[in-house]
């Protein structure tokens, strides 16, 4: 009788402090468990499944509207208990895996996540298990699940990277599943923009989930993974092309479509080559950040490292220094990255150089500039007429595939010649061009070679031919005046021999 | 100088009776009819087998024969050697054409019914000559080791290792292991070199011999007219004979310079073998028949017949005059002379056939 009192005191007070569920269920297994001051059960009255209308006995079987607990509890009744391993995430992805039974809670939002979850790292990095390494409430918690906005859910923007660094920021635990994946992706993000922002407290800064997605978690190896070098600039520009959501920031939102335009964009999206960057590969990862004005070069320098040690060893990087200007962006830019044509080094208006240098203002680096476009010039013009001419002679039939090798040593200093320009020295400048340009005329002069030995075989062909023929005529007349003569002579031997 | 000349004219009188020879060469006559004109075809081709030593000569002063080596010494030898790629140049369009003159001798003669008595030894022999001449040019292709030659050996090889029962040995002594290698190029360079060279010296010595032994034979049916025409052969056919080769040296030279032998691209075991990849013109019919028998012929391989076929039929070439018993008689017979035709035809539809599929 009390019991009956308690419980209807209980439902009444319950009736005002909370919401009615959605498809209002008879729950007498809450009830009671309640009245046992049952964390698990204050818990769910507090989820958003209690509010859907769900009964305790939607996970664990059982018959919720009865209050005998013998009846409630009976496995005639379908109650299993407390469900454990993959018997948990089953229980959950027969409601979130049916897009039409979660239609029938009200629910308009994504479906599917326990298929998403199977085919994730977090299943095949169990092992001989076969079961998933994570469940579902490993994350979103048993009986007080809420909403992922929710402040209070641990996979809250503001908690959920405490929630994933509990695993992967412990070594050991990371050793059993994964040994080679790093444990210091909690410390830097830190460091990066979006931890210090989200430390303090903005939701809307990117965690865990919002690069790596929440359920279908993939090895960045993977092409379809979210953190795929090719996916990568798609991933960062969901927010940072968004004007909207980068609202109230002070950063552009044009990175991704000057990255697309960028020569490693290019390469990236259009020519899919992995080697090229992504966003990370310069701003970092997990501690992203803008490279700070005296780091850029040690960023750039990652792949273009004699470039960058050239520059560095260069009067331009102290100078740059004093200045406040950016080392490899000045002239290159940054997301807009073009490739380098001849048109960076020259000193008409709009060109990096011109913009310090002037004859009446910096007289040596004008010239200095000036000279080396001119052998710049010389080179790629030399080398390309050598090419022009011996593609002519390999047209007439000639053999040129030697003078074609050597003249892969000038091309090749061309090549050089567009690294040796970052040491902004005429005389180390030279040391690399001025022996390809040597190669590259003797190639043309080479090329000029066989061009004129076609016309002097030709030549050469027409004086034998003439002397040959000559030799004929001469010969046929002689053959002629002889068997005229051995005619006459047999006309007056009477002989009958014929010739 | 006079009483010098005469002193070394007796001098040879005593050791070689060179006053024989001269007495010889003067009363030495070649019939005269209205075949004559392919009496020449022997000089030509003799000719063209001289250009053939020469050249090959001052080619084998710079040629040296390795996986490694062939290739970069032709091209040495083609671009900085003075006139190189002229010896090569002419080496190989001699060598083509050395093939054409020889065939057309050889089918000049067996229309002609030359090989008649007492002509057999010079007709074998002959034959024999005409079987080296291709065997040089298959040896002779792959020397320069460039991808064309690499592939076409491969094939031709692969063929001649279809024969029944031998095949496994033949391609074994032609490769020198199972694939062609620098093992392949030093035997094919021994026999292009040495083991041919000897062979062909001999046959052609005997060739000579017996063609001077027994002097030109004349067509069935102009030896019955009567009293022969003749003329005689130093100076008259002898002049001929040089202003031909004169001749020939001219198309020769034009050949070289207008259309100089390619090099290519250098052999790759591991390359894919380009598409398009035929034998010499003078091989293209056999390959022809050979890609459209089908895949069974009776109880045989396809391949296998065709090379059945073709053997044979080349080893009975060899003694047609032993089995033409009517021109052994001195009897014209239709029957040689058809089957002669038959052959000339099938080779010509056939090569023009493969230039045509190509």
């Known amino acids: 009788m009390r019991t009956t009192t308690i419980r209807t005191l209980l439902v009444l007070a319950c009736a005002f402090l909370i919401p009615p569920p959605a498809a209002a269920q008879q729950d007498e297994c809450l009830t009671c468990h309640e009245m046992m001051d049952d964390a698990a059960a204050t818990a769910f009255t507090k989820g958003v499944h209690r509010r859907a209308g769900l009964t305790c006995a939607s996970c664990h079987g059982g018959d919720a509207t009865s209050d005998d607990m013998e009846v409630g509890m009976s496995p005639a009744r379908g109650f299993k208990g407390v469900p454990s391993g993959q018997d948990i995430s ?66 809250s923007p503001l908690r959920v990277v405490e929630l994933c660094s509990s695993c992967h920021s412990d070594p050991s635990y990371m050793r059993r599943y994964n040994p080679s994946l790093p444990t210091d992706q909690l410390a830097k993000y830190r460091t990066s923009v979006h931890g210090a922002q989200n430390l303090r407290g903005n939701s809307k800064t990117a965690t865990c989930a919002d690069c790596h997605t929440a359920h279908d978690i993939r090895p960045a190896t993977e092409s379809t993974s979210s953190v795929n070098a090719l996916n990568i600039p798609e991933t960062c520009g969901r927010c940072h092309s968004d004007p909207e959501y980068m609202r109230g920031s002070d950063l ?61 060893q260069s009067r331009h990087a102290t100078e740059f220094a004093r200045m406040g200007k950016p ?46 476009r001119m052998l710049l010039d010389s080179l790629m013009e030399t080398v390309a007429t050598a090419e022009k001419r011996l593609d002519a002679a390999e047209q007439k039939g000639m053999e040129i595939d030697n003078i074609r090798f050597s003249l892969r040593d000038a091309r090749q200093a061309r090549l050089q010649s567009r690294t040796a320009v970052h040491a902004f020295s005429l005389e180390k400048f030279r040391e690399v061009v001025d022996p390809g340009l040597a190669i590259a005329r003797q190639a043309l ?26 030799t004929i005529v001469l010969l046929a007349l002689h053959i002629r005046r002889i068997e005229r003569r051995q005619k006459k002579e047999r006309d007056t031997q009477g002989d009958h021999t014929v010739s | 100088m006079n009483t010098r000349m005469q002193g070394m004219r007796g001098w040879l009188n ?66 900085k050697v003075q006139f190189g790629w002229l ?163 001219n198309i020769l030279a034009v050949l070289a310079v207008f259309f100089p032998w390619e090099l290519g691209v ?25 890609k459209l028998l089908p895949a069974h012929v009776l109880f045989l391989d396809g391949e296998v017949f065709g090379v059945l076929l073709f053997g044979s039929a080349m080893t009975l070439w060899i003694f047609i005059p032993f089995f033409d018993r009517k021109s052994q008689r001195g009897q014209r017979g239709r029957l040689f002379t058809a089957i002669g035709l038959c052959v000339i035809i099938f080779i010509l539809f056939f090569t023009i056939l493969g230039w045509v599929m190509l």
């Open chain 2, 266 to 290: 250098k052999a790759d075991a591991f390359a894919p073998a380009p598409a398009g990849i035929v034998p010499e013109w003078y091989f293209l019919f056999m390959f022809q028949v050979l």
């Open chain 1, 90 to 155: 089953t229980a959950c992805g027969k409601c979130h895996d049916d897009a039409e039974r979660m239609a029938n809670f009200g629910y308009e939002g994504p479906t599917g996540q326990l298929t998403t979850l199977l085919g994730s790292a977090h299943s095949r990095h169990a092992g001989e298990s076969k079961q998933l390494l994570l469940q579902c409430t490993d994350c979103h918690g048993a009986h007080g699940i809420r909403h992922a906005e929710d402040p209070a859910s641990p996979v």
């Open chain 2, 14 to 79: 005593d050791r070689i009776d060179l006053d024989g020879i001269v007495a010889f060469a003067k009363h030495k006559t070649v019939p005269s009819h209205r075949h004559s004109i392919w009496y020449y075809f022997g000089g030509v081709t003799l000719f063209l087998f001289i250009i053939q030593v020469v050249s090959g000569i001052l080619l084998l002063f710079y040629y040296r024969p390795g996986e490694d080596t062939a290739f970069e010494s032709i091209r040495f030898l083609m671009t």
């Open chain 1, 252 to 312: 552009p939102t044009t990175q991704l479509a000057e990255f697309r335009s960028s020569v490693h964009g290019k390469a990236l999206l259009d020519r899919r080559e992995l080697s090229a960057p992504s966003c990370n590969d310069c701003h970092g990862n997990h501690g992203a950040a803008p490279p700070n004005v005296a780091s850029i070069s040690n960023v750039c320098g990652t792949c273009h490292a004699l470039n960058a040690d050239l520059f560095q």
């Open chain 2, 87 to 249: 010896m090569r140049s002419i080496h190989s369009w001699s060598a083509n054409l050395m093939v054409l003159a020889a065939a057309v001798h050889m089918f000049s003669v067996y229309l002609t019914k030359a090989y008649r008595r007492p002509r057999e030894i010079t007709w074998v022999s002959g034959v024999l000559l005409f079987y080296l001449t291709l065997a040089f040019g298959f040896s002779g292709y792959l020397l320069p080791w460039n991808e064309l030659a690499y592939f076409a050996t491969k094939v031709g090889t692969d063929i001649a290792g279809s024969v029944p029962f031998v095949g496994g040995f033949v391609i074994e002594l032609l490769r020198g292991g199972e694939q062609v290698s620098g093992a392949t190029l030093s035997r094919f360079f021994g026999f292009h070199v040495a083991l041919f060279p000897a062979i062909f010296t001999v046959l052609l010595g005997l060739h000579l011999i017996m063609v001077q032994k027994q002097g030109m034979s004349t067509p069935i049916g102009h030896e019955e007219e009567g009293e022969q025409r003749t003329m005689p052969f130093f100076p008259n056919f002898f002049l001929r004979d040089v202003l031909l080769w004169l001749i020939v040296l």
């Open chain 1, 327 to 372: 080392e490899c962006e000045t002239c290159h830019g940054n997301h807009a990255v073009q490739p380098a044509t001849l048109e960076l080094l020259a000193l008409d208006s709009g060109s990096p150089c011109a913009d310090c240098h002037s004859e009446s203002t910096a007289p040596q680096g004008y010239r200095a500039a000036m000279q080396m």
């Open chain 1, 445 to 470: 002069v080479a090329a000029e070679d066989a061009n004129d030995e076609y016309y002097y075989r030709r030549h050469g062909l027409a004086v034998a031919t003439l002397f040959i023929t000559l």
